[in-house]
């Protein structure tokens, strides 16, 4: 269960930031594909920061030495 709190509180504080470029920076006339719609830009920051939290390999003792 441990470890799954990171990737999701990565995914949530991603989706903040998504939402947040929408409405800070957004779209003024609706051309962009991912900032135009708060939908797709929070769905956007969501994988972004899932992605950028989420655990990779750890080394092992023999790959140290």
Known sequence: ???FI??????LLGA???????YFIGC???TCPITAN???STLY????GFVLVFPSRKKSAK???
């Open 1 to 3: 269960m441990k470890r």
């Open 38 to 40: 708060p939908w797709i």
């Open 45 to 48: 920051g969501s994988l972004i």
């Open 63 to 65: 790959q140290d030495a």
């Open 28 to 30: 003024r006339t609706g």
């Open 16 to 22: 903040a930031g998504g939402y947040a470029y929408y």
């Open 6 to 11: 990171k990737p999701t509180v990565g995914a």
